[in-house]
C-alpha cells in the first residue's frame, strides 16, 4: 500500500518569525580587557617616536612684552608674563623674553651686541643687553632712550606719551631683528605693546 504523501507545510510570513536581531541586542555585551580581547593576548600599542616627544619639549619660544613681574609692572600683565614664562621653563621649553629697557633695568646686564632696526625710511642701531631670571627665563632688554630715559613706563600726569605707537613699534621690531641671529619655534607678543611683532613678522 503506498505510503500517504506529507501534506506541505504551508511558508510563514515574515512577520511570523522571531526578531533574532531584536532579542540579540538586548543583551548586555560582554566587555573583554585589551589583553583578553579576541581570547589571546592583544597587541601592545605602537611605540611613539622618541623624537617626537624630545622635540615637543624643547620647543623655543620667543615672547614681546612691555612688563615681566619683578622687572617692570603696573598691573596683571607683568605677572601673566611672567607666570607663563616661568611656566614653560618648567615644562622644558627655552623662553627668551624681550622686554624695554626701562630707566634702571639695564644697568646690570650684560652686553648683547647690536641689532639694525628698520623703523619707516630710518634704520636704527639698537643696543641690547641680556640677563636671567632665577626661574630660567632669558631675558633681552631694549637699551634705547626712548625707554630709557622716561620717568614712567607709559606716560606722565595722567597722559600717555605722544611717541608711545613709535616706541612699541621699536620694541616689536627690534625682537624680530634679534631673533635673526637665532631659530625660534614660537613668536609670542603680549598685548597691544608687542601687537606689531606678528605683523612685522610676515614683511
Not at 70 to 94: E, N
Amino acid at each position: 500500500m503506498p505510503m500517504p504523501r506529507a501534506r506541505p507545510r504551508p511558508a510563514r510570513h515574515w512577520r511570523d518569525v522571531p526578531d533574532v536581531k531584536t532579542k540579540a541586542s538586548s543583551r548586555k555585551p560582554k566587555v573583554l580587557s585589551p589583553q583578553t580581547k579576541g581570547g589571546s593576548a592583544a597587541a601592545s600599542p605602537r611605540p611613539r617616536a622618541a623624537g617626537r616627544r624630545d622635540r615637543a619639549a624643547k620647543l623655543r619660544v620667543l615672547m614681546v612684552a612691555s612688563e615681566c613681574a619683578p622687572f617692570a609692572k603696573t598691573g596683571g600683565l607683568a605677572d601673566a608674563v611672567a607666570g607663563l614664562s616661568s611656566a614653560l621653563v618648567r615644562l622644558g621649553h627655552d623662553v627668551t623674553l624681550v622686554l624695554p629697557g626701562y630707566r634702571g633695568l639695564s644697568a646690570d646686564a650684560a652686553d648683547a651686541g647690536y641689532v639694525f632696526v628698520p623703523l619707516g625710511f630710518d634704520t636704527r642701531t639698537v643696543q641690547l643687553r641680556e640677563l636671567s631670571t632665577a626661574d630660567g627665563v632669558r631675558l633681552v632688554l631694549v637699551d634705547e632712550p626712548v625707554f630709557a630715559t622716561r620717568e614712567t613706563f607709559y606716560g606722565e600726569h595722567g597722559a600717555d606719551y605722544p611717541d608711545n605707537a613709535a616706541r612699541f613699534a621699536l620694541l616689536s621690531r627690534a625682537a624680530l631683528q634679534f631673533a635673526l641671529r637665532e631659530r625660534f619655534d614660537i613668536l609670542h607678543a603680549h598685548d597691544w605693546h608687542a601687537s606689531l611683532a606678528p605683523v612685522y613678522l610676515k614683511t
